[in-house]
């Protein structure tokens, strides 16, 4: 498979394997700096209730779902 596509992008498989790399790594630095974000918020007060949530949730299709909650 990695041959194929590097025929066909004209690309070596170490330029392939190295993009691939990069890419997974730039996607594993956002996630933990939305998670370190995240937990900044939930320490500084700003989270929602888990009961709030839920309930919140399981009103969604019905004739009285409610706005999310803040």
């Known amino acids: ?3 194929t596509l ?3 992008s004209k690309r070596s498989k170490s330029y392939l394997a190295a993009e691939a790399i990069a890419v997974y790594v ?3 630095e956002w996630q933990l700096a939305e998670l370190h974000t995240g937990k900044a918020e ?3 007060g700003h989270g ?3 009961e709030k949530v839920a309930k ?3 009103s ?3 004739a009285g779902e409610t ?4």
Do not use: F, N, Q
């Open 1 to 3: 498979m990695t041959e």
């Open 26 to 28: 730039e996607a594993e």
């Open 67 to 70: 706005k999310s909650p803040r």
């Open 6 to 8: 590097a025929k066909i």
């Open 60 to 62: 969604w299709g019905s």
């Open 48 to 50: 929602v209730d888990h």
């Open 42 to 44: 939930l320490e500084a």
């Open 56 to 58: 919140w949730l399981k």
